[in-house]
């Protein structure tokens, strides 16, 4: 097996544990998920979405070399939906929500969003190696299509009118992305680049995703859950089955 095809396997199963372990993502079952809880987790998730070309543009500026510089500049120049500004992939997003009759104003950005974002942004212009911020970037792009194909698969249902194009078109874009990113990996391994920088951003990276999704899990199904828990209505609070 090559090396690339190494370290590919192991992002994909750093990804899957992820997903696995995650409470969050044990929830996104198709009948689980109401429209409620779907809607305040795809308010919340747009302050994200818009983030994402900026932790691009980080990484392109700690490049070290054109490579590096030119894979995330085309991927950023993508996520700038090719200098259309109607076509950015956070417009697209916007287009999923307005189409699904969701108010993107809806909510306010929480702190665990500005938290996200600034511990990847602080990581990408502290770490004195170059391929540690395309680690750490890696990981959000080897997330991408596993993590929102499975929520994609609960929403769709709830919002059979909307434009979808972000969740189907644009994954696929996403995984382009992934495939150019491991092209250069392979290419900057090969002139003698540090597979341990590498691995410790894309590490930083999930841990960082991880925290983001255990408090999206309580703000959108703990927190949001008071009066629908598992105890069966009309059952005072405190009984258990078989009481
Ligand atoms: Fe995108």
Request: proline fraction near 50%; charge should be neutral.
């Given at each position: 097996m090559l090396l690339i095809d190494g370290i590919v396997q192991s992002f994909l199963a750093l990804v899957h544990d992820l997903i696995e372990r995650s409470p969050f993502f044990a929830e996104w079952e198709p009948g689980r998920v109401d429209s409620a809880k779907a809607e305040r987790f795809l308010v919340t998730f747009d302050s994200l979405v818009r983030s994402f070309p900026s932790l691009i543009a980080l990484g392109a500026a700690r490049a070290d070399n054109e490579d590096m510089r030119v894979v995330l500049a085309t991927n950023l120049y993508q996520e700038s939906g090719e200098g259309d500004l109607r076509r950015t992939h956070h417009a697209i997003f916007r287009k999923f929500l307005i189409t699904a009759r969701i108010d993107p104003e809806a909510g306010t950005e929480q702190a665990f969003t500005k938290e996200w974002r600034s511990s990847l942004m602080d990581y990408i212009d502290s770490q004195p190696g170059s391929l540690s911020a395309l680690g750490v970037l890696a990981a959000g792009e080897f997330l991408a299509q596993p993590a929102l194909t499975r929520i994609f698969a609960v929403i769709r249902p709830l919002y059979p009118d909307a434009d979808v194009e972000y969740f189907t078109t644009h994954l696929e874009l996403e995984a382009d992305h992934v495939q150019e990113i491991a092209d250069f990996i392979a290419r900057q391994l090969a002139r003698g680049g540090s597979a341990h920088d590498l691995f410790s951003g894309f590490r930083f990276g999930i841990g960082q995703w991880e925290n983001y999704f255990d408090r999206i899990y309580e703000y959108v199904f703990v927190d949001n859950n008071l009066g629908y828990g598992?105890?069966?209505?009309g059952m005072p609070s405190g009984c258990v089955q078989g009481d």
């Open positions: 598992p105890v069966p209505y």
